[in-house]
């Protein structure tokens, strides 16, 4: 069974770094591409960023701060997230791509604040 | 960006009753070379991870109950629940991915009545 799970959640200030991660198993991780979804309080799901083998794809809301990598070796990707701000707070989920760019399989996500 | 506007924001249907959700994208999702539509519906409940329900507009995804469907082409797509279970209380979000910069819809709310 394909799974995912996230991890690095945490409170941070603003102006802050934060590099989450997601372990894949149970899937050939290498032969999907993989994306992250955010969801902030009382907001609805916001894609925010994209990777396959070489291409990578931001939200305007995070481009030029956030930052999409995948290790193929450990099963994981990762999202560097720099210059946090107060909006960005949310629960960060990873997702897998089916034989088109939906998601069928997500992670239980995690949580990031950002807050003074 | 495509955008991608719901409605209604809320709806509250009575059990065994009919949901209906729709889905209105900025631009056609429709794919001419493969004649497909590039729109997903998903089911969100608190302290879950969304669900995928439909992908290509009207493909149910694995282990979904035969009671969502999905219809529509082009611009305009409808998520239907032909029979509202308690179990179908949650948020419902429409999502291309025609464009690499994949937009979900504002969701929508369902309520039991």
């Known amino acids: 069974e394909a799974q995912l799970v996230e991890s690095g959640g945490a409170l941070v200030q603003p102006g802050g770094s934060l590099r989450l991660s997601c372990a894949a198993s149970?899937?050939?991780?290498?032969?999907?591409?993989m994306n992250w979804v955010r969801q902030a309080p009382g907001k609805g799901l916001e894609w925010i960023s994209y990777?396959?083998?070489?291409?990578?794809y931001y939200a305007d809301s995070v481009r030029g701060r956030f930052t999409i990598s995948r290790d193929n070796a450990k099963n994981s990707v990762y999202l560097q997230m720099n210059s946090l701000r107060d909006e960005d707070t949310a629960v960060y989920y990873c997702?897998?791509?089916?034989?088109?760019?939906?998601?069928?399989?997500w992670g239980q996500g995690t949580t990031v604040t950002v807050s003074s | 960006d495509i955008v991608m506007t719901q409605s209604p924001d809320s709806l509250a249907v009575s059990l065994g009753e009919r949901a209906t959700i729709n889905c209105k994208s900025s631009?056609?999702?429709?794919?001419?070379?493969?004649?497909?539509?590039?729109l997903a519906w998903y089911q969100h409940k608190p302290g879950q991870p969304p669900k995928l329900l439909i992908y290509?507009?009207?493909i149910r995804g694995s282990g979904v109950p035969d009671r969502f469907s999905g219809s529509g082409s082009g611009t305009d797509f409808t998520l239907t629940i032909s029979s509202l279970q308690a179990e179908d209380v949650a948020v419902y979000y429409c999502q291309q991915y025609y464009s690499t910069l994949y937009t979900f819809g504002q969701g929508t709310k369902v309520e039991i009545k």
């Open positions: 997702a897998r791509e089916g034989s088109g760019s939906y998601f069928p399989v």
């Open positions: 149970g899937f050939t991780f290498s032969s999907y591409s």
């Open positions: 631009q056609s999702v429709l794919y001419n070379s493969n004649n497909k539509n590039y």
């Open positions: 290509w507009a009207s």
């Open positions: 990777i396959s083998s070489g291409t990578m």
